[in-house]
């Protein structure tokens, strides 16, 4: 097995392994949440900040409300256990279609779906996003949200969503990237990168890029009405919760019963913490439209 199919098989069961306890723990959406960062967080809010981020983004890319302009067929790219999928087709009134690569995330998100009422509308299947089984300019948003990190290809990533997006479809990308460099850097610092290396061993996590590595991808794609921010100030809040829900009692049990790698990422979220605090982590979101 190649490096690329290792990583592969990593992610997967990574995933197979730990999105049971994260369900179980903060529900069906597997990101972020979006936080005002001037409150502080109360863990009850952390479903709603889930959302929150779904409408930000949303938002952001300027993806019209509008009846007969909204989105109505979309790809989740990476899509967990299916939150967005299910939010989106049903916001829409839309036809999704997602993919992961771990075979119990796509069972339980169909499962969800048709418990929801959504299996017309919401399929998940099995597939790797450097080469999606969907033909060319099928979708008219284009959505993946917190999957680009995982990518060992960001240039094969970038140039498979937009040849699924439809003429001026969106595209929306939320990851984390390292932060840019400056003109006279050639690369992160020798401790930045043994940080980041740390960090990508425990979530089965290739080389990482910048913001403006995704932003010149894009150029060089000629998409247009490229867009980027950095929301990591919004998600801060975030990785101090799942600390301390990892540290209750049910948390701490569920651990030990999933495996040594959803053990290891648990561990590995304060080097998270330590990456955001010194400005080398950010949470980027970057968005564009398919020339029509």
Same mark, same amino acid.
């Given at each position: 097995m190649g490096k690329e199919g290792e990583l592969q098989k990593g992610i997967a069961e990574f995933y197979d392994e730990s999105s049971g306890i994260w369900e179980d723990i903060w529900g069906d959406h597997m990101h972020h949440g979006f936080y005002d960062p001037k409150l502080p967080a109360s863990l009850s809010d952390h479903r709603s900040a889930q959302i929150r981020m779904i409408e930000e983004a949303l938002a952001f890319a300027g993806v019209s409300e509008d009846l007969l302009k909204r989105p109505k067929s979309l790809v989740d790219v990476g899509c967990g256990i299916g939150g967005s999928s299910r939010y989106l087709a049903r916001k829409y009134g839309a036809k999704c279609q997602a993919i992961t690569l771990s075979p119990i995330q796509a069972q339980r998100a169909q499962a969800l779906a048709a418990s929801q009422g959504l299996a017309d509308s919401v399929s998940f299947q099995v597939a790797d996003a450097l080469e999606q089984p969907? *033909? &060319?300019? #099928?979708? &008219? +948003?284009?959505? !993946?949200?917190?999957?680009?990190?995982?990518?060992?290809? #960001?240039? #094969?990533?970038?140039?498979? +969503? /937009?040849?699924? /997006? /439809?003429?001026? /479809?969106? %595209? %929306? %990308?939320?990851?984390?990237?390292?932060? &840019? +460099?400056? *003109? !006279?850097?050639?690369? +992160?610092k020798p401790d930045e990168e043994k940080l980041l290396k740390k960090i990508c061993d425990a979530y089965y996590l290739p080389a990482w890029c910048s913001t403006a590595d995704y932003v010149n991808l894009l150029q060089s794609l000629s998409l247009q009405d490229i867009k980027s921010a950095d929301w990591s100030e919004y998600v801060a809040p975030f990785w101090p919760a799942v600390i301390r829900s990892a540290l209750t009692w049910k948390g701490v049990t569920s651990l030990f019963r999933t495996g040594w790698k959803t053990i290891k990422g648990a561990l590995a979220m304060p080097l998270m913490m330590k990456g955001y605090n010194k400005n080398l982590i950010k949470f980027a979101i970057i968005t564009c439209r398919k020339p029509e």
């Open positions: 969907f *033909p &060319d300019g #099928k979708f &008219d +948003l284009v959505w !993946s949200m917190e999957s680009g990190e995982h990518m060992p290809d #960001k240039t #094969k990533f970038v140039s498979e +969503l /937009a040849r699924v /997006a /439809a003429p001026g /479809a969106t %595209i %929306i %990308i939320v990851t984390w990237c390292h932060r &840019d +460099l400056s *003109p !006279s850097e050639g690369s +992160l």
